[in-house]
T-cell receptor, first 117, second 113 residues
């Protein structure tokens, strides 16, 4: 496809369940970002990949959050033992260039809305 | 650390009115500045950007000038349309701030016909 895709679009989990959220970036994009967006707020940075290397995971809120991008393309964000405070929209974005430079455009996916009951 | 503050919404305007959405930032060094827009039911998309002081970003009739002296990047449009109704996010990424992009809380704009 031409854009960033995410799946599932909606996920309902019971508290304590593990979830996995998938991101398919634009082909050839070096950079991949994950963000968490609470209702009525802007996206909050979670983690950054440059190809398969996770160069920044400073935004992950706890060790229950884990992300990977093993082949430098598709990425998965996993949340273990979900809690109600994890309810949010999780956004993935990809960019052609390496982050930290002049600021290349990020292309965002539609997001996965996670609701933890 | 780096941060972005933008005016709270919602902002409600009539069609053809002048729009200003204020954005100020705090950053180490010389960040790049962005405005992203989220139309109803769609994902975030880049509206415009500026990478150094005094640069003006522009797109679709929107403009914003990178003002280092006031650490601001206010979004303006001379004549809004109903189709401009959306949520607007100011953001920054820094050459010295690592890999993060920092977003403001967003400003919702409603334009009435």
């Amino acid at each position: 496809g031409a854009g960033v895709s995410q799946s599932p679009r909606y996920k309902v989990a019971k508290r304590g369940q593990d979830v996995a959220l998938r991101c398919d970036p634009i082909s050839g994009h070096v950079s991949l970002f994950w963000y968490q967006q609470a209702l009525g707020q802007g996206p909050e940075f979670l983690t950054y990949f440059q190809n398969e290397a996770q160069l920044d995971k400073s935004g992950l809120p706890s060790d229950r959050f884990f992300a990977e991008r093993p082949e430098g393309s598709v990425s998965t964000l996993k949340i273990q033992r979900t809690q109600q405070e994890d309810s949010a929209v999780y956004l993935c974005a990809s960019s052609l260039e390496i982050a930290g430079g002049e600021g290349d455009e990020q292309f965002f996916g539609p997001g996965t809305r996670l609701t933890v009951l | 650390g780096n941060s972005v503050t933008q005016m709270e919404g919602p902002v409600t305007l009539s069609e053809e009115a002048f729009l200003t959405i204020n954005c100020t930032y705090t950053a180490t060094g010389y960040p790049s500045l962005f405005w992203y827009v989220q139309y109803p039911g769609e994902g975030l998309q880049l509206l415009l950007k500026a990478t150094k002081a005094d640069d003006k970003g522009s797109n679709k009739g929107f403009e914003a000038t990178y003002r280092k002296e006031t650490t601001s990047f206010h979004l303006e449009k001379g004549s809004v349309q109903v189709s401009d109704s959306a949520v607007y996010f100011c953001a920054l990424s820094g050459r010295t701030g690592g890999f993060k992009t920092i977003f403001g809380a967003g400003t919702r704009l409603f334009v009435k016909a």
